[in-house]
């Protein structure tokens, strides 16, 4: 049996550890002074950590960091995450980010998230039984095994091409890509799962002022697969298969197969 090992979102556990102990101190009755204490975000990171191996059951771990300087998918989609530019790092993020690298294993990747180094991580075979956690819901995506909920539970590849495919349909605003226009999380999640997929016809209005015109509608079919779904559906509300893939590229979490020689291979429809 394999020793288990920890693969571990060190940019969300930094930020989440340095974000609880900031303070906003008064001075002086008017000024106000946000402030932090290393040692405590630090203690909050190490009872996490600790918290987060025993789910796991194991000490071994690595922590995932993004390339503070390059992102692929700002190369490839300059909005990408725009929104998230004028948001600041917590305090001691950068101190505690250091410490980690001077006391615990820890990896970073040209051009990389850490989302995407992870997914890569997890789907490339090791000595290790790797056991993901990250509060990120893209990670689905991955196939593997996740702590969620305090357990430690496993996504199948089925179900990391499932969510892939919704988020590609759903869009992600937060992330900076739309998704599907006039299609929300409800209706992705009932199409994929139905196995629905639309094509074009036309009809013949028989009465009105229109009377004998033709117009495109749209019919439901059982899809072929989930790609056909997701291409139809955007087909069917105003856009093409171009742009799905574009936004499948972006809402793709990396895996072993889409990083090669260090670099990343665009996705494609198989």
Not at 85 to 100: C, D, G, N, Q
Not at 165 to 172: C, F, H, L
Not at 254 to 267: C, G, H, P
Request: glycine share 6%.
């Amino acid at each position: 049996m394999k020793p288990r090992q920890l693969i571990l979102d060190g940019d969300m556990l930094v930020h989440r550890s340095c974000v609880a102990v900031e303070r906003d101190t008064r001075f002086l009755d008017r000024w106000h002074i946000l402030v932090s204490n290393f040692n405590d975000a630090w203690h909050i990171l190490e009872e996490t950590l600790h918290d987060i191996s025993e789910i796991g059951e194991t000490d071994e771990i690595l922590f995932v960091f993004s390339d503070p300087k390059v992102n692929w998918r700002k190369l490839f989609e300059p909005t990408y995450k725009e929104d998230r530019k004028a948001t600041r790092k917590p305090l001691a993020y950068w101190s505690v980010r250091e410490e980690i690298e001077k006391k615990f294993p820890n990896t970073v990747a040209p051009t990389l998230e850490a989302d995407d180094l992870m997914g890569i991580l997890m789907t490339t075979p090791s000595d290790y039984e790797r056991v993901l956690w990250s509060l990120d819901k893209d990670l689905k995506q991955i196939p593997g095994l996740h702590i969620s909920d305090d357990e430690v539970v496993r996504i199948s590849k089925a179900d990391g091409d499932y969510f892939h495919m919704y988020q590609t349909v759903a869009g992600d605003i937060t992330d900076g890509y739309s998704g599907c226009p006039g299609v929300g999380g409800t209706l992705a999640e009932r199409f994929l799962k139905e196995g629905t997929a639309f094509e074009p016809y036309k009809h013949v209005l028989k009465s009105g002022k229109r009377k004998g015109e033709e117009e495109l509608r749209w019919k439901e079919r059982p899809a072929e697969n989930m790609w056909d779904t997701v291409k139809t559906l955007y087909e069917k509300n105003g856009s093409d298969e171009d742009h799905a893939i574009h936004q499948a590229r972006l809402a793709r979490i990396l895996r072993a197969e889409d990083y090669v020689n260090e670099e990343v291979k665009l996705w494609l429809p198989k």
